[in-house]
């Protein structure tokens, strides 16, 4: 089970999948920006862990129709939904539509992100606010909604041990500093002690909230940083395992984070980087 990766001067590895065990059975799951990249392969994995899934999007209806169509294939519920998650109205408008179609929703995960880089005295206010709007506000503004449904609801012994989680998708960027892009990293960093926060406050009601942080993951966000072999050689200096990380390297945590499994994880921020975030440069020097 899973799919083939050819490995740059390495064996090639097969990448484990979640179809065999459906540890998500029964749960209702809503993951935002999910029509490509991390959020896709999270949606589809969360499918096949036996979540029925909301496959939010902005942009190309099309991409988000794909993924709805490959996660029914694992037998569960799904269905796509358009809402710009930086905007407070719709926001609230897709998770009344979950509620009415799904009855509830037990995992939330706040995926979506974007970068719009500059160099700082280069960086519009607008490149600022897009990206603080949709990495932090759009996160907050989804935590807060699925919190209030979590507590409404509670929890239900037979579904899982919890009454809500939520998962942020932050990024070895809420630790390591970012030339370039500190409108991201900026983010990032927020969403790290926004999680925290949220953790600390909701944890008495059985709510749990991690982030999983990931690193250069092979998806369109940042294809300049491994299409070409040049590049693919230079990032390798910063990936201590020496590979580049695929997208389903997150979404296997992701399911398994939100699963009863991970019962006693909350507040913490898991880090999927091969090795980014060891500081590489100090391997051979220091
Ligand atoms: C960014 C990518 C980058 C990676 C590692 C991610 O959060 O979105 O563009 O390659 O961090 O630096």
């Known amino acids: 089970m899973g799919k083939k990766v050819e490995q740059e001067n390495l064996p090639s590895v097969v990448m484990p999948s979640c179809e065999m065990r459906k540890i998500l059975a029964?749960?209702?799951?809503?993951?935002?920006?999910?029509?490509?990249?991390?959020?896709?392969?999270?949606?589809?994995?969360?499918?096949q862990a036996g979540a029925d899934v909301?496959?939010?999007y902005v942009t190309n209806p099309g991409q988000a129709e794909e993924v709805v169509a490959k996660i029914r294939e694992s037998g569960v519920k799904a269905y796509a939904h358009q809402a710009d998650v930086s905007q407070e109205d719709q926001v609230k408008a897709m998770f009344a539509r979950m509620c009415e179609e799904?009855?509830?929703?037990?995992?939330?995960?706040?995926?979506?992100?974007?970068?719009?880089?500059?160099?700082?005295?280069?960086?519009?206010?607008?490149?600022?606010d897009t990206v603080i709007g949709v990495n932090l506000t759009g996160q907050f503004l989804c935590a807060r909604e699925a919190v209030r449904e979590f507590k409404r609801r509670g929890v239900r012994p037979e579904i899982s041990c919890a009454a809500g989680k939520i998962i942020c998708i932050s990024s070895v960027h809420e630790v390591i500093p970012w030339a370039g892009h500190v409108n991201?990293?900026?983010?990032?960093?927020?969403?790290?002690l926004m999680m925290k926060s949220i953790a600390q406050e909701v944890a008495p009601h059985r709510i749990r909230v991690n982030s999983v942080c990931p690193g250069a993951i092979r998806t369109?966000?940042?294809?300049?940083?491994?299409?070409?072999?040049?590049?693919?050689?230079?990032?390798?200096?910063?990936?201590?395992?020496?590979?580049?990380?695929?997208?389903?390297?997150?979404?296997?945590?992701?399911?398994?984070?939100?699963?009863?499994?991970?019962?006693?994880?909350?507040?913490?921020?898991?880090?999927?980087?091969?090795?980014?975030?060891?500081?590489?440069?100090?391997?051979?020097?220091?």
Request: no cysteine; proline share 3%; charged share 15%.
């Open 26 to 47: 029964g749960q209702k799951a809503l993951a935002t920006g999910a029509n490509s990249g991390i959020g896709k392969t999270v949606a589809i994995a969360l499918g």
């Open 102 to 128: 799904f009855g509830t929703i037990d995992i939330m995960v706040n995926n979506a992100g974007l970068q719009r880089d500059a160099k700082l005295e280069e960086m519009t206010l607008r490149q600022w």
């Open 184 to 192: 991201y990293a900026a983010s990032k960093g927020g969403v790290m």
């Open 54 to 56: 909301v496959v939010n």
């Open 220 to 286: 369109p966000i940042n294809t300049a940083a491994w299409s070409t072999a040049e590049a693919y050689a230079s990032l390798m200096q910063l990936v201590p395992y020496k590979r580049i990380g695929e997208p389903e390297d997150i979404g296997r945590v992701v399911a398994w984070l939100a699963s009863d499994e991970a019962d006693y994880i909350t507040g913490a921020s898991i880090f999927v980087d091969g090795g980014m975030t060891l500081y590489p440069g100090f391997a051979t020097g220091g």
